[in-house]
C-alpha cells in the first residue's frame, strides 16, 4: 500500500474516532485539507467585501486615520479572540462549534449556555450571511449601473441579492468538492485581486495622498464631537465598525470541522491564519485605496452609493476602475457562498441536538453529497426573509441586521470565558502554551468593549424614531428574549435531551457531562 494513502487513511481514523468520543457519528464528507478549510473563514472574513461595503462608515467616523490605523489596530485584538477560540477548537473539533465548547466548559447549567450561544451563534451567522449578500447585491448593481446604465433601486438590488443567494444555496447543495474547490479560487482571488488593486492605484494614478494625511488625517462626518476618556475621539471608535464588521465569520473553520482532515491542528489553524492573512491584505488593501482618494468630499457623496467604486475610477480611469470593482464584485460572491457554507453547518449540528423546530428535516444529511442539503436551504431562506426590510428601508434592514457583529461576537467571546473559569480544561493538539491566560483575557476585554461601543449611536441625534438610532440593543434583546421564551417553551425538555436518531455515538444527555 502507498505509505501516504496508508497515512490519510489513519487520520481519517483518528478524525472519526475523536468525534465519535465527543458523542457524534462521522455523516458530512470530510475531504477538505488544511488550505481549504483556512480558505473558507479567509472568504467569509473577505477584505474585498467588507472593507469596500462598509467603508463610507470609516470616512464618516474618523476618516483615514480610522481606516489606516483603525484596521491593524482592531486586527490584533481580533487575534487575540480568534487565538483563544481556536485553542477550544482543538479540543472540540465539532460542526457546532461555539455552543458545543460552551456546554462543556460550562461549570453548571450546561445545556442552557450551549442554548444562549447557539442562538446568538445561528441568528447572528443569518444575519451576516444576508448582510454579505446585500452587500454584494449594492456592489454588483454599482457595477452594473457604470458599465451598462442599469437603474439602481430598493427593488432591483433585492432582486439581485435574491439570486445571488440562491446561487450560493444552489453551489452548496452539490456537494463539499465543489465548495472546496471554489473556496480554494476563491482564497486565490482574494490574494491576487487585492495584488492587482493595489499595483494599479500605486502605478496609474498621477497624484497620491500624502502618507502624513493617509495616516492621521481626522474626519466627522457624524454630527457627535468630544472624546471618550479624554482622549479618542468618539468619531474615531465608531469607524472601527467597519474593520470589527470585516473581521467576522471566521468560526467557519470550527463549522467545518467535522469535513475537515486532522482537524484537531487543521480547523484550529484555519481560525488563526484566516484573522492573520486578512490583517496584512486589508491593512494593504486599505492604505492604498486611502491614498488614492482625489477628493474626499465628492467621492463619499458618489451616486454610486460606493465609495471605493468612485475612487477606483477618479484615481485610474473608467475601464481600470470598473476593472477592479469587478474584482470585489466577484469576491464578494466568493464571500456570501463560504458564508452559506458554515451557516448550514452550524444549523445541522444544532439541529441534530433537537435545538432548532423541525429538528429532523434541518439535521438530514444528503448520502450523495455528504452535505446538510435541508440545512442549507433554510439558512438562503432565512437570509432572504430577515433581508426583506430592505424593500422598504435601508435604515430598517441595518436594524435587523445589526445583530450580525455583536451577536456572533457574544458568542465567541461565551466560550473563552468559560475555559478562562474552568480549571479542568486541558489544552489540545494546538494550544497558546503560557500566553493562552492573557490572550484570553485581552479577547474577554476586548469584546466587551465593542459589545457596548457598536450599541452606541453612530450618527446623530440616534434618538429613538430617527433614521440615526442603533437598533442594535434592540435586536440582541430580540435575541436573549427569543432565546429565553423558546428555552422554557421547548427547549429544556427537548435540547440535549430526545435528539433525531442516527446521529449520536454515547446518549445526547451526557454529551456535555
Not at 155 to 163: C, D, L
Not at 281 to 309: F, H, K, M, N
Request: aromatic content about 14%; charged content about 10%; overall charge negative.
Amino acid at each position: 500500500m502507498d505509505r501516504t494513502s496508508g497515512s490519510a487513511q489513519g487520520d481519517q481514523h483518528d478524525d472519526e474516532a475523536m468525534l465519535a468520543e465527543l458523542g457524534y457519528k462521522q455523516e458530512l464528507h470530510r475531504g477538505m485539507s488544511g488550505f481549504s478549510n483556512f480558505a473558507v473563514s479567509f472568504s467569509i472574513i473577505s477584505v474585498l467585501a467588507g472593507c469596500i461595503t462598509t467603508y463610507y462608515l470609516a470616512m464618516d467616523a474618523g476618516g483615514p486615520v480610522a481606516i489606516s490605523i483603525g484596521w491593524p489596530l482592531v486586527g490584533l485584538f481580533v487575534l487575540c479572540v480568534a487565538m483563544a477560540m481556536a485553542e477550544i477548537c482543538s479540543v472540540y473539533p465539532t460542526a457546532g462549534g461555539l455552543y458545543y465548547w460552551a456546554g462543556k466548559l460550562a461549570r453548571r447549567n450546561k445545556r442552557v449556555w450551549a442554548w444562549y450561544v447557539g442562538w446568538f451563534n445561528f441568528l447572528g451567522e443569518v444575519a451576516v450571511t444576508a448582510a454579505i449578500d446585500y452587500g454584494a447585491a449594492v456592489t454588483w448593481m454599482a457595477l452594473l449601473n457604470l458599465v451598462f446604465g442599469v437603474e439602481v433601486s430598493l427593488a432591483s438590488t433585492f432582486v439581485a441579492f435574491v439570486v445571488i443567494i440562491v446561487l450560493h444555496g444552489l453551489l452548496n447543495t452539490f456537494g463539499v468538492d465543489l465548495v472546496k474547490l471554489l473556496s480554494n479560487v476563491s482564497a486565490w482571488w482574494h490574494l491576487i485581486g487585492v495584488a492587482v488593486i493595489v499595483a494599479i492605484l500605486w502605478l496609474v494614478p498621477d497624484q497620491h495622498q500624502s502618507l502624513s494625511w493617509t495616516f492621521t488625517e481626522y474626519r466627522n462626518a457624524t454630527g457627535f464631537e468630544g472624546e471618550i476618556f479624554g482622549i479618542l475621539p468618539y468619531a474615531f471608535l465608531v469607524g472601527l465598525l467597519m474593520a470589527q464588521y470585516t473581521y467576522t465569520g471566521y468560526d467557519a473553520s470550527a463549522h467545518v470541522a467535522e469535513e475537515t482532515k486532522n482537524a484537531s491542528i487543521e480547523a484550529p489553524k484555519g481560525i488563526v491564519m484566516s484573522v492573520w492573512v486578512s490583517i496584512l491584505a486589508g491593512w494593504v488593501l486599505l492604505v492604498s485605496v486611502t491614498a488614492a482618494i482625489q477628493d474626499y468630499d465628492a467621492q463619499r457623496a458618489t451616486e454610486t452609493g460606493l465609495p471605493p467604486a468612485q475612487i477606483f475610477i477618479d484615481a485610474a480611469g473608467a475601464g481600470l476602475g470598473k476593472t477592479m470593482l469587478f474584482i470585489a464584485a466577484v469576491a464578494q460572491f466568493f464571500c456570501g457562498m463560504a458564508s452559506v457554507t458554515a451557516n448550514s453547518r452550524m444549523s445541522y449540528a444544532f439541529s441534530r441536538d433537537n435545538a432548532l423546530p423541525g429538528s429532523r428535516l434541518w439535521s438530514q444529511v444528503n448520502p450523495r453529497t455528504g452535505t446538510p442539503t435541508n440545512s442549507i436551504w433554510l439558512c438562503v431562506v432565512g437570509s432572504i426573509i430577515v433581508a426583506l426590510p430592505a424593500l422598504w428601508s435601508i435604515v430598517a434592514y441595518a436594524a435587523v441586521t445589526s445583530i450580525a457583529v455583536i451577536g456572533l461576537y457574544i458568542a465567541y467571546v461565551v466560550p473563552v470565558f468559560l475555559r478562562r473559569t474552568n480549571p479542568d480544561f486541558r489544552v489540545g493538539r494546538w494550544n497558546l502554551g503560557r500566553w493562552s491566560a492573557p490572550i484570553g483575557w485581552i479577547a474577554i476585554v476586548w469584546v466587551a468593549i465593542i459589545v457596548v461601543l457598536f450599541m452606541l449611536p453612530a450618527y446623530a441625534p440616534g434618538t429613538w424614531g430617527d433614521a440615526t438610532f442603533n437598533y442594535a440593543p434592540v435586536a440582541v434583546g430580540a435575541v436573549l428574549l427569543f432565546a429565553t421564551v423558546s428555552w422554557f417553551v421547548g427547549g429544556r425538555k427537548h435540547f440535549m435531551v430526545d435528539v433525531p436518531e442516527g446521529h449520536d455515538t454515547i446518549p445526547p444527555a451526557e454529551i456535555f457531562r
